[in-house]
């Protein structure tokens, strides 16, 4: 059964720190997903990570994938309060189902 | 305007009623999904759609039913048969090939 860690679990920075999310998964995935969620709001697509090696940016958010060490990285720069909001990764299973992580919950303070 | 609705946004149950959730995307979607999250937690699905007419449960299926009458229409039915209803529901959509899950605005279901 495909199980997916992220952490930490709750993440509390400063404005204008850097720092990363992890998200590990137990079984072979070449497909990962990021998700934005706002309290009491659904969920917002952020990346789509396709492959072994793949890195995309959007603004302050980068995320990577390396499917060898079953391994996915959202990479916060300079965080902003706009970033406050949990955080999920989903790693797509053999029969075409998302499995979610916990989620982290961040919070960016002044 | 193409996206995912759901209705109500908001529902109350009284304990013994069944209770329908309703999912509609206009995306031309072949795949849609039902996921429960509780307060705090991630996402786990209820079931799942790959075709019409066609469904699978999910990890947590028990106690809820679905049908898959109209490509755009996958309504999640919460019986008196589950024990903890309240939740926030959320659907999905996805394209087979791409996989990435679009999802709706949710519903919030409590019961009284």
């Known amino acids: 059964e495909l199980k997916v860690e992220q952490n930490p679990l709750f993440l509390s920075m400063q404005e204008g720190k850097n720092y990363t999310i992890y998200c590990n998964y137990s079984?072979?995935?070449?497909?990962l997903y990021w998700y934005r969620q706002d309290p009491g709001k659904s969920l917002e697509s952020l990346f789509v990570l396709l492959s072994n090696g793949a890195v995309k940016q959007e603004g302050r958010l980068m995320a990577s994938l390396d499917t060898k060490a079953r391994l996915s990285t959202l990479h916060i720069t300079a965080a902003v309060h706009d970033l406050s909001a949990t955080y999920f990764c989903?790693?797509?299973?053999?029969?075409?189902?998302?499995?979610f992580g916990t989620g982290t919950r961040l919070q960016v303070f002044p | 305007d193409g996206g995912i609705t759901q209705s109500p946004k908001y529902l109350f149950r009284k304990e013994g009623q069944n209770v329908t959730l309703s999912c509609e995307q206009n995306?031309?979607?072949?795949?849609m999904y039902w996921y429960r999250q509780d307060p705090g937690q991630g996402l786990r699905l209820i079931y799942y759609?790959?075709?019409?007419?066609?469904?699978q449960k999910g990890d947590i299926a028990e106690g809820y039913s679905v049908s898959r009458e109209k490509k755009e229409s996958f309504p999640l039915t919460v019986t008196s048969a589950q024990k903890n209803p309240t939740a926030f529901y959320l659907c999905?959509?996805?394209?087979?090939?791409?996989?990435?899950?679009?999802f709706g605005p949710g519903t919030r279901l409590t019961v009284l």
């Open positions: 999905a959509s996805s394209s087979i090939s791409y996989n990435e899950q679009f």
């Open positions: 995306l031309n979607h072949d795949a």
């Open positions: 989903a790693v797509l299973t053999n029969t075409d189902k998302l499995i």
């Open positions: 079984t072979t995935s070449d497909r």
């Open positions: 759609s790959q075709i019409v007419n066609d469904f």
